[in-house]
């Protein structure tokens, strides 16, 4: 004992008693000419060499030896009782995962790097053993922190270290940190191999379903949304995707690229809960639940771009978002913020470096061709008409300057259908007419090259409707009738393509009903009435599926005024029960949207020549 308290033991074990060990060996202790214990000792002592630290480190060796396995290293030597010195200093000891009578799982826990520094602790050559019990220490620490182990590197890297202090570390401090390391360390490294390995698969996992929702959301799912009854798949591929990324985020939220699949999957589940004049299934709150997803999409993306405003990806999600949740105001009756909405969205383009590009100048067009919807619903028609000109205008440009572009070739189609709209509500129906034969000249063009696009095949449908309605209100009705057959024959083959999409069946309604307005218009009064009344039962049960669909609430009155009408100059008391059912539809338009003019219009138009008890 030092003055300072500091004891100093001269070897692991001097008492002269026998002992047996745990693995049946008898270690006793000799009468050398130094007085230690064979088992414990290392060979340069035997050997009469000089003692360092590395002949701790040997003794410490011999004890994680024993503690990991069970086992004395030199277990499986024949002659240990009788010759141990010959033995400590030329017998090589197994690997400690292949120790004497060690069971299979401790075995697979020590193969590798354990077995690595073990070997490296008991060398017979000093100067390729560790040199301190610090670098052991400090190498059991590397393995426990999951980082490379030195002993793992080429032998030639391990060239002796000798201290000029030849006094040895105290040996029971020496035990005492190798037993502080190592308390518990079967155990302990089993687990914290364990974790990792567990770390490792569920990073693996992971990553998988982030590749299988990638997969599902855009590469299975865009390659099928034009096809006729691809509905369902598609809600049952985007419903399974949005599971998988919900549990990819709850485990790694801060991933961007994994926050941007999960937006795109709130988008996608919402277009196809109640996505307007789109494929969509509808079902009970529908509007509300779609109108949810998108919301949640916006935060995301609103939250990446302030994170990587330079990211011209995630603007571009970002202008995505901007226009859904507009719309979905739209359907709830803001238009107010619907058009906020979409000028914050002209605002985040024309901060946008790439003013040259064609994806800024294709959603600039876009954003105008939408605020002439809003204002058209607004009632702002002067407005509603500048918009969709500008519109038309800035994707003509365009598809000059990138001839044969489809999304090009597309939008000029749409913007003359937003022009007509906007016409019309000026009364300007023989214009409109002539707008609509421009749309649909256009989408006819593009439907040849891809004939089976069920979005073109609808696109062409709507233009023929809408062409048929304009001539019939320019006084051309016998002209508008062919249009409206041809109308009606495509949306019938889409709804028996795609039974399960709600949209074909107010597709299908809105055919019957614009046809049955041709015919009344052409004095053909039971066909007219014949194709209203399809028409109500189409719109009715639409309605039961997707009750949220304004744009066929509307059209739903409209048939139902027009059965009212014919009904009551045929004396039928029928009359005033279609009335009555298009008062309560509009007052329910009316409700959700108080600024919507086209509801307001519709109900100033109601006949005050009907009289109901």
């Not at 419903?239 to 988008?267: F, G, K, M, N, T």
Request: hydrophobic share 40%; net charge neutral.
């Amino acid at each position: 004992m030092t003055v300072d308290g500091e004891p100093h033991l001269l070897d692991f074990g001097i008492a002269r008693l026998l002992a047996v060990s745990a693995d049946g060996m008898m270690e006793e202790t000799h009468s050398f000419e130094r007085l230690l214990t064979p088992s414990s000792s290392s060979p340069e002592q035997l050997a009469g060499g000089p003692i360092t630290t590395a002949s701790d480190v040997y003794s410490l060796g011999l004890l994680l030896y024993r503690l990991l396995t069970g086992a004395s290293p030199y277990a499986g030597a024949p002659n240990f009782r009788t010759n141990p010195n010959t033995v400590i200093l030329h017998y090589d000891p197994p690997l400690a995962s292949k120790a004497e009578g060690i069971a299979a799982n401790r075995a697979r826990a020590l193969r590798g790097d354990l077995d690595m520094i073990l070997a490296k602790a008991l060398e017979k050559q000093v100067s390729r053993r560790y040199q301190t019990v610090e670098e052991l220490s400090a190498e059991i620490k590397r393995f426990l922190e999951g980082r490379p182990v030195k002993a793992r590197a080429n032998s030639e890297l391990y060239t002796a270290r000798r201290f000029v202090r030849r006094n040895r570390v105290p040996v029971t401090a020496a035990a005492l940190l190798a037993l502080a390391v190592t308390g518990g360390i079967a155990g302990t490294l089993l687990y914290a191999r364990r974790a990792e390995r567990e770390k490792e698969v569920a990073v693996k996992r992971l990553g998988t379903l982030r590749r299988i929702s990638e997969s599902l959301l855009f590469e299975f799912n865009d390659s099928i949304k034009d096809l006729p009854g691809a509905t369902p798949a598609r809600a049952l591929v985007v419903r399974r995707a949005l599971e998988y990324l919900d549990e990819v985020a709850a485990e790694d939220s801060s991933d961007p690229a994994v926050q941007r699949d999960l937006a795109a999957a709130y988008i996608r589940i919402g277009n196809l809960l109640s996505a307007e004049r789109g494929p969509h299934i509808g079902g009970p709150d529908a509007m509300a639940n779609s109108i949810k997803g998108y919301e949640r999409a916006l935060a995301i993306r609103q939250a990446l771009v302030e994170r990587h405003p330079e990211d011209h990806a995630l603007r571009h999600d970002l202008l995505e978002s901007l226009w859904m949740v507009a719309f979905a105001r739209r359907e709830q009756g803001h238009l107010g913020e619907a058009v906020a909405l979409l000028k914050q969205r002209l605002a985040v383009l024309k901060a946008s470096p790439q003013k040259n590009s064609f994806d800024f100048r294709y959603s600039v067009a876009a954003t105008d061709s939408a605020l002439s919807e809003m204002y058209r619903t607004l009632g702002d028609r002067g407005q509603a008409v500048a918009f969709a000109q500008r519109a038309l205008n800035e994707r003509q440009i365009l598809l000059k300057d990138y001839p044969g572009n489809a999304r090009a070739q597309r939008a000029v189609g749409l913007s003359y259908d937003t022009l007509g709209y906007a016409l019309a509500s000026e009364e300007r129906y023989a214009d409109a007419a002539e707008t609509f034969e421009r749309s649909l000249a256009q989408f006819t063009s593009f439907a040849q090259v891809s004939p089976a696009n069920s979005d073109m095949q609808r696109n062409i449908s709507v233009a023929e409707m809408d062409i048929c309605e304009m001539l019939a209100r320019s006084q051309s009705a016998r002209q508008a009738i062919p249009h409206c057959q041809r109308a009606l024959a495509i949306a019938q083959k889409m709804r028996s393509a795609d039974p399960q999409n709600v949209q074909t069946r107010e597709d299908l309604a809105s055919a019957l009903a614009t046809l049955g307005f041709a015919a009344r218009r052409s004095n053909q009064r039971t066909a007219a009435i014949f194709w209203q009344r399809k028409a109500a039962a189409q719109y009715e049960s639409a309605l039961a599926q997707d009750s949220d669909a304004t744009e066929a609430a509307g059209g739903f009155a409209d048939t139902l005024v027009e059965l009212a009408e014919m009904e009551h100059k045929l004396h039928q008391p029928s009359a005033c029960t279609y009335l009555s059912k298009a008062r309560a539809v509009l007052n329910k338009l009316a409700a959700n949207a108080p600024a919507d003019a086209i509801t307001q219009d519709r109900i100033r138009a109601l006949p005050d020549t009907i009289v109901c008890p």
